[in-house]
Every structure is written in structure tokens, then in C-alpha cells.
């Protein structure tokens, strides 16, 4: 499932004139992924190779959670698992088995609203590998897909997890943060110490921009075909992800169904929740954290939010157009607290 995310990294303009010093001239590699795209910005010199090194080894390590994670990839490891026999009984990369188990202490700590075998539902939605559809499925078929979901089922000792039967896994929210944590991983281990990461949305910041300026990034507001900013964050070793019901959905008879599924009932979510984001120190977790704040709704999300001490910014629909709200570690966050 591609989940359209609404931040945007906003754009660097900088005169260098003849200077030619490497810790204030912003290198820019960018590229295809994922269905969507790629981007690192960064300040100094790669070592180990140089430019063309680091980005092979980027495309590389993109490619490889690609390869391991994506549903609309039939040779990849996680859709191999959700085609497998009852019973089947598979070895996953180190890389799948990291996401899966942050994913499994999600879903224990949000009761099931954060659950990664939603796909049958997603799917029956369409707005997985399917094909998409423009009018909601019968009950009758909303309540099969239910008996396919529940993280519980999956058992996963080491590297080895059971298929039980049934079982898809969609990790479309949380697997661009792992990607974009595991690129930052590797710009440090090039020697970089400043660099602002992208992967469909999801950004993750270290050190400053040339001159010492922060990375600046901006919260969209929550209208469909507006691109307006709602709110400025700087990124210093912090990662943000951002879920809204904004740009992917379908209206049939007057309604407008979110892609957004709450695994719990097995419809799309109907509270007036336009967006969430989530700043965290893992680009993974703010990625499912997102997801799952979207699922649990303004009031259950923010409750959930403050008892977790995480920073999380809501946009929510009023009678008189949108209302921001925001957690205490948000503020401390954006205040430089």
C-alpha cells in the first residue's frame, strides 16, 4: 500500500561564490524507490569511496528492504510469507525480523490498533497491491478479511516465523521509516555527520544545514489538492513521519473512505482526525507510530501520546475548519527545550 505522506522537506537556497569549503556546500543524491522517491542532502566529504560509492551502497540498502518488505514484489520475502501453505515455516533476513518485532511491541502497546497483518483488509479496500475499488465491500466480506487479522497469530522464534494460514503482513507503515533509518545508518558510516534523509515522505535530520542552519522541514495542512504549510519543525537527530486521510482515499455516495484501516472493526476510520505527525528519534517507530495514532483517533491518540511522554502533532477537523493540537514533548521539541 502506498501511503501519500504530506511533509515536505523544504528547499535549500544557498550562494556559494567561489567558496569551495565542504562543511558549508550541500551535496544533493536522489533517486527512485518503493514506488516513490529518495533524497539525501548532506554537508562534508564520503569517505570510503567518495560520492558514487555512497550512492550505489544508498540504492543498494534501499533496494534490499524493497526486496524483503514490499507486497507488490511476489518474489520478496514478505510476499512469499503471505502466499505461503499453512504450516510453512520461514527464514527471514535480520533486517525483516527488526521491523517485525518493532511492529509486534506496536501493536501490543496500542491493544491492536497498530497491527501489520491488516492486509487483507487493506487489500479488500483497495488500496493494496489489488485492484483499487470506488464503492465499500459488503459486510458479509469486511468480516472475512477479519478473521485474517491479529498480529497474535504470527509466531516468530529468531529468524523463523510461522504462516498459521491466512496471514498477510503489510508493513507499508513502517517499512519507508526502516529504510530511511538504515540510509542514515549508513551515512554515518561514511563519516557524515550532517544530512537530512527522505523516503516517500519520511525524513530524518542530523547535525545542520551549511552555516549552521537547522533542517527545516514543514507539516502540510490537510487539504486535498493544497500544498500550505501548517507547521515548521527542525530536525537535529530527530526523525518525523506524518499520516493524513487527505490524498489517499475513494468517495462513493457522498462518503470519502481513508485508506487508513482500523484493523480492530475492519473499516476505514471515520473520526475527524485530518493528520498526525510524529517526531522521533527512529524514523521506524515515528512511521508506525503515525499509523497507529491515525487509527486511534484525536482523543484515544493524544491519551496515548502523553501517557508515552511521545511528540506527536494532530490536525483535527472542527465545524470551523481545522484545530491543532500538540503534546507537551512536542512543544519541548519545536520550543528547542
Not at 66 to 88: C, K, L, V, W
Not at 123 to 150: C, I, M, Q
Request: net charge negative.
Amino acid at each position: 500500500m502506498l501511503r501519500t505522506l504530506s511533509v515536505l522537506a523544504f528547499s535549500l537556497l544557498l550562494l556559494f561564490g567561489g567558496c569551495d569549503d565542504s562543511k558549508n556546500r550541500l551535496s544533493v543524491l536522489s533517486g527512485p524507490t518503493m514506488g516513490t522517491t529518495w533524497s539525501v542532502k548532506y554537508t562534508g566529504t564520503p569517505s570510503d569511496g567518495g560520492v558514487q560509492a555512497l550512492k550505489a551502497d544508498i540504492v543498494a540498502a534501499l533496494e534490499q528492504v524493497n526486496a524483503q518488505m514490499s507486497t507488490y514484489r511476489p518474489d520478496s520475502n514478505i510476499s512469499r510469507f503471505n502466499h505461503a501453505e499453512p504450516g510453512a515455516l520461514m527464514v527471514l533476513p535480520s533486517d525483516l525480523v527488526k521491523v517485525l518485532h518493532a511492529a509486534f511491541l506496536l501493536s501490543e502497546q496500542t491493544d491492536g490498533a497498530y497491527d501489520v497483518t491488516v492486509g487483507p483488509l487493506v487489500n479488500l479496500w483497495g488500496f493494496g497491491p489489488d485492484p483499487e475499488r470506488f464503492e465499500p465491500p459488503k459486510h458479509s466480506e469486511v468480516e472475512a478479511a477479519l478473521t485474517r487479522v491479529g498480529w497474535q497469530k504470527l509466531m516468530l522464534s529468531e529468524q523463523q516465523l510461522l504462516q498459521p494460514g491466512g496471514v498477510y503482513v503489510d508493513l507499508s507503515s513502517i517499512a519507508k521509516g526502516y529504510a530511511v533509518d538504515k540510509v542514515a545508518d549508513l551515512l554515518d558510516r561514511y563519516g557524515l555527520s550532517n544530512y537530512l534523509v527522505e523516503v516517500g515522505g519520511e525524513l530524518r535530520g542530523k547535525g545542520s544545514k551549511p552555516y549552521k542552519q537547522p533542517w527545516r522541514v514543514a507539516v502540510e495542512r490537510p487539504i486535498a489538492g493544497v500544498r500550505e504549510v501548517e507547521q515548521v519543525v527542525d530536525l537535529k537527530d530527530m526523525a518525523v513521519a506524518t499520516s493524513g486521510d487527505y490524498r489517499n482515499f475513494f468517495e462513493s455516495q457522498g462518503r470519502l473512505f481513508s485508506h487508513t484501516i482500523d484493523p480492530r472493526t475492519g473499516y476505514p476510520v471515520q473520526h475527524k482526525l485530518a493528520s498526525v505527525s510524529v517526531l522521533h528519534k527512529s524514523a521506524m517507530i515515528a512511521d508506525g507510530l503515525a499509523t497507529a495514532m491515525t487509527v486511534l483517533g484525536p482523543d484515544e491518540g493524544m491519551a496515548f501520546a502523553k501517557d508515552h511522554e511521545l511528540a506527536v502533532f494532530f490536525i483535527v477537523r472542527t465545524e470551523k475548519g481545522v484545530k491543532e493540537l500538540s503534546t507537551p514533548a512536542f512543544d519541548a521539541i519545536v520550543e528547542g527545550k
